[in-house]
């Protein structure tokens, strides 16, 4: 009997090993090509659903969707979300966490790097936490993909060469010029 517990064991412990380094993967990747998953604290998001005033009805895009938690909460509000996400690993959790919550008809991730993935055209407000060296090309690549007049919603970082409409803290809200 002991032998057989070991065993499992030695199989979850391999396993556990084998999730982080796949994790720790994807961080390095999403460093170099957006930005790292940092989580967010709930009252942050809540402030970042709030600048961009998301409403039932409305279009949301997250750029780097992490664990998922902030297209949750704007389904909550009523709002359909995408969420992009280069970690498979966090994808399947956003997944999952939305299901539990009774969401996921209304939130859906993909498993893409942003830089190759077209944004869809009619989405009302982008959320994102990009690194600063990200920040000049994210804005000329929703400028070609995103309508007119869409709510950009940016945690901790600056659109070089543009000026917020609305600032709380270190949560910025801009807008793609008509």
Same mark, same amino acid.
């Given at each position: 009997?002991?032998?057989?517990?070991?065993?499992?064991?030695?199989?979850?412990?391999?396993?556990?090993?084998?999730?982080?380094?796949?994790?720790?993967?994807?961080?390095?990747?999403?460093?170099?090509?957006?930005?790292?998953?940092?989580?967010?604290?709930?009252?942050?998001?809540?402030?970042?659903? %709030?600048?961009?005033?998301?409403?039932?009805?409305?279009?949301?895009?997250?750029?780097?969707?992490?664990?998922?938690?902030?297209?949750?909460?704007?389904?909550?509000?009523?709002?359909?979300?995408?969420?992009?996400?280069?970690?498979?690993?966090?994808?399947?959790?956003?997944?999952?966490?939305?299901?539990?919550?009774?969401?996921? +008809?209304?939130?859906? =991730?993909?498993?893409?790097?942003?830089?190759?993935?077209? =944004?869809?055209? %009619?989405? %009302?407000?982008?959320?994102?936490?990009?690194? +600063?060296?990200?920040?000049? +090309?994210?804005?000329?690549?929703?400028?070609?993909?995103?309508?007119?007049?869409?709510?950009?919603?940016?945690?901790?970082?600056? =659109?070089?060469?543009?000026?917020?409409?609305?600032?709380?803290?270190?949560?910025?809200?801009?807008?793609?010029?008509?």
């Amino acid at each position: 009997m002991a032998g057989v517990l070991v065993v499992i064991l030695e199989v979850a412990l391999l396993g556990l090993l084998s999730w982080m380094a796949v994790f720790s993967i994807f961080t390095l990747f999403a460093l170099v090509s957006f930005a790292p998953y940092v989580h967010s604290g709930k009252k942050k998001m809540l402030k970042m659903l %709030d600048m961009a005033q998301v409403q039932k009805g409305m279009r949301v895009l997250e750029l780097g969707s992490g664990n998922g938690d902030l297209c949750r909460l704007a389904t909550e509000r009523g709002a359909a979300a995408v969420g992009i996400e280069i970690n498979p690993l966090l994808v399947l959790w956003s997944r999952f966490k939305c299901r539990m919550h009774g969401t996921a +008809p209304d939130c859906r =991730f993909m498993c893409r790097n942003i830089w190759h993935t077209a =944004f869809p055209a %009619d989405t %009302d407000a982008v959320f994102l936490y990009g690194m +600063p060296e990200k920040m000049s +090309p994210l804005w000329d690549k929703m400028l070609r993909e995103l309508k007119p007049g869409t709510i950009i919603v940016s945690h901790a970082f600056l =659109f070089p060469g543009q000026t917020p409409e609305a600032q709380e803290g270190n949560v910025r809200r801009y807008r793609l010029a008509p």
